[in-house]
């Protein structure tokens, strides 16, 4: 079979294709098309779209389903160089406050890394608070309150501050968390902050004197890398999302020939990483009162917390050419909708919904959006661990109590693709052996 039919000419043997060539021949359109996009060659671009489309499909194997995304989020690109039909064919999309609190749930559930998450960090935020009466803002949540209710010294009173942009957001955490403060007789306060994280400001957080305070970031912070070339404004925040409680579910064993082995074949057929001619407009910066990543870390290390826990994707989706984030993309994202086929089912409209709506966004951003508009800078644990020493944090290792009780929960949970290594005192997720998620916790140095 040959992997280079002349452009434009479908065949109808792309349809008779095998899982594993037709995974082979999509990654091979994909980096074809990105380069065109980059070249900004209209009429190749065009040709590849219509190949891949006759083969990418959102309900497919799991090579078909991340060509549907990558294709709309390389067309997208390209459209954004005509702001015109790209604002006409966006222009009554609407993205739902519900819409968005279902895709957070339904990530929760269907995947173990928060869950993992939590345990983590709920521990590293239990062992700094130990012997501490007062405790202000911690970011999480239940199994917290659940644990805090049963220290030996009685439960702190408890102050969670939740930063989000989007007040009905906040408005469930707060009614989950007050519920459950009740039921456990916890002295509670939940105080919400409606900000985005780089308009956040410090004051309201009321932090007090004498208070211990704990932050919890999860998934949130790449987004201000978004600021980086931009002002330096005021300072702030964090935040946190909710959980809903733990989902146990049980999986099969999945199959362990994975994307990254496709894609490394590919690779190896001539693809490097090309630079990248392309240079959208920036979005205009309506940046005054925002932070960059610095001085909203600096904001962050005057509050002195006990601790402070970050999660962030462990990805290098920062580069600085297309065709650099498009081939991170494509193995860190392989590798979380290989997940999906390794234990939920092709038709779930669960799975569906977390692909398009939580990954397809994020890919879209990744690869079409440049400037201050591209929020999805995910970075690898040594360039947070770089930038947190710069901002005056030391790391604390996370306890082997808590890594601990983290493995347990994750063999409890009957997935052996599903891995976790330590490194330099911090947590790594792994699906197989890519990265997916880091796990660290620091506090200020004096
Ligand atoms: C786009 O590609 C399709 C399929 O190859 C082709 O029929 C069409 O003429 C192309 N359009 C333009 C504007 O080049
Ligand atoms: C597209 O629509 C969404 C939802 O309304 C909005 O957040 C986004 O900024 C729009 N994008 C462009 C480029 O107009
Ligand atoms: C995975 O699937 C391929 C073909 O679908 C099969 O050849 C291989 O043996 C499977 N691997 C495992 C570990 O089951
Ligand atoms: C990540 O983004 C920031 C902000 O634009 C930039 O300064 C930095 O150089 C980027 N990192 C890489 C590896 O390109």
Request: proline content about 4%; glycine content about 4%.
């Amino acid at each position: 079979m040959s992997l280079s039919p002349s452009l434009g000419s479908p065949h109808p043997w792309l349809r008779e294709l095998k899982s594993e060539e037709r995974g082979l021949y999509l990654i091979h359109l994909l980096l074809t098309c990105a380069n065109h996009v980059a070249a900004c060659n209209l009429e190749n671009a065009n040709a590849t779209l219509e190949q891949i489309s006759m083969l990418a499909s959102p309900d497919g194997d799991t090579m078909q389903r991340i060509a549907a995304y990558f294709t709309e989020a390389l067309a997208d690109r390209i459209l954004q160089t005509w702001p015109g039909l790209h604002k006409a064919l966006n222009s009554t999309r609407m993205v739902m406050v519900s819409e968005e609190i279902l895709v957070q749930k339904l990530f929760f559930e269907l995947f173990p890394f928060l869950k993992i998450v939590f345990v983590l960090t709920n521990q590293a935020i239990i062992e700094a608070m130990e012997g501490e009466k007062m405790i202000c803002e911690p970011a999480q949540w239940i199994a917290l309150l659940q644990v805090l209710s049963a220290r030996p010294e009685g439960p702190p009173h408890l102050r969670i501050t939740g930063v989000h942009r989007k007040k009905e957001v906040l408005d469930t955490i707060a009614h989950r968390l007050i519920e459950e403060a009740e039921k456990l007789d916890i002295p509670f306060q939940f105080n919400p902050v409606v900000s985005k994280l780089e308009n956040l400001d410090f004051d309201k957080l009321r932090v007090k004197t004498g208070e211990a305070l704990a932050i919890s970031s999860t998934l949130q912070l790449h987004a201000l890398l978004a600021f980086d070339d931009e002002t330096m404004k005021k300072k702030s925040p964090l935040l946190l999302k909710s959980s809903n409680g733990v989902h146990l579910q049980r999986f099969k064993p999945m199959n362990q020939s994975t994307l990254g082995d496709l894609l490394e074949k590919d690779m190896v057929n001539g693809y490097t990483r090309s630079p990248d001619s392309t240079s959208l407009s920036p979005a205009s910066l309506n940046s005054s009162t925002s932070m960059n990543m610095e001085s909203f870390l600096n904001g962050l290390w005057c509050l002195s917390p006990k601790v402070m826990v970050v999660t962030e994707q462990d990805s290098n989706h920062n580069g600085s050419t297309l065709m650099d984030r498009l081939l991170e993309a494509l193995y860190s994202y392989a590798a979380l909708f290989d997940c999906l086929e390794s234990t939920v089912s092709r038709t779930s409209l669960e799975r569906l919904r977390v692909e398009k709506m939580l990954f397809g966004e994020e890919i879209k951003n990744i690869i079409a959006c440049e400037g201050y508009e591209r929020k999805e800078r995910h970075e690898k644990l040594d360039k947070w661990f770089m930038r947190f020493d710069l901002a005056g944090f030391g790391n604390v290792p996370l306890s082997y109590f808590g890594m601990l009780q983290a493995r347990r929960f994750m063999q409890g949970y009957g997935c052996e693709g599903y891995r976790m290594k330590e490194e330099n005192g911090c947590v790594v997720i792994c699906w197989q052996d890519r990265s997916l998620f880091s796990v660290s916790a620091w506090r200020s140095r004096k």
